[in-house]
């Protein structure tokens, strides 16, 4: 089935450093959702982007989608520390017959104050 | 509040025993789903539901039952849990917008032990 690559695993950085994480796939995604889970929590919507090349920002945070619709990214300005945790990106459905969803396996971002 | 509620957040049991997490949403969402979290694995799909009588497996669904009889109540059973079933379970829920399904919102987890 569909595999959803996301990298790096890990990253760690000192605050106020900039951090990207991507989603890569073989094929093509319909539309791409971003999460971020906290240590301990569950995770939370951030955004989804539906469109070739589209760019969303929210704050410090500015999501792509690449012109192929096969590759995303989230990049932070300035991490901060409460900017941690595990962020995820996910390959849904456009259409709807089915509500079938992949997850990438996630990059953990720690940040050192 | 709107929000997506799940028990119990921990359980353990044995093998064999038989065992329901319930998972309970208000926003009147017509599209639930079951996750499973497993170290270096992330987040697969168990199974998802898009309306009442409606459900469908995902990603790993052996082991696993659901059913949806009311639109609020999306439970995840296990008729004999195996150590393997192990895990962080998550229940979402989410609405159909004009581009596809929009905001997921995701319960608190149930974590699971299965000796």
């Known amino acids: 089935g569909q595999q959803v690559m996301q990298i790096p695993q890990y990253q760690h950085v000192q605050e106020g450093e900039d951090f990207t994480t991507y989603c890569n796939s073989s094929t093509t995604l319909s539309n791409i959702q971003w999460y971020k889970q906290r240590p301990g929590g569950h995770p939370v919507f951030l955004i989804q982007?539906?469109?070739?090349?589209e760019v969303k920002k929210q704050k410090r945070l500015t999501f792509q989608f690449g012109e192929a619709k096969k590759n995303s990214s989230l990049h932070i300005t300035a991490t901060q520390t409460t900017d941690v945790g595990t962020y995820f990106c996910a390959d849904t459905p456009s259409g709807g017959s089915n509500y079938k969803l992949t997850f990438g396996k996630g990059t953990l971002l720690t940040v050192n104050p | 509040e709107a929000q997506v509620t799940q028990n119990p957040r921990y359980l353990i049991t044995v093998t064999g025993k038989k065992l329901t997490v319930t998972c309970s949403q208000n926003?009147?969402?017509?599209?639930m789903s079951w996750y499973r979290q497993d170290p270096g694995l992330g987040l697969r799909q168990i199974y998802y539901?898009?309306?009442?009588?409606?459900?469908d497996k995902g990603d790993v669904p052996e082991g696993y039952k659901v059913s949806r009889k009311e639109k609020r109540n999306f439970p995840l059973i296990l008729e004999s849990p195996s150590p393997n079933q192990t895990s962080l379970y998550f229940c979402?829920?989410?609405?159909?917008?004009?581009?596809?399904?929009?905001?997921?919102?995701f319960g608190p987890g149930t974590r699971l032990l299965v000796l």
């Open positions: 982007l539906v469109k070739s090349g």
């Open positions: 539901s898009m309306n009442v009588e409606v459900t």
């Open positions: 926003m009147n969402h017509e599209y």
């Open positions: 979402a829920s989410s609405h159909r917008g004009g581009t596809g399904w929009v905001t997921q919102y």
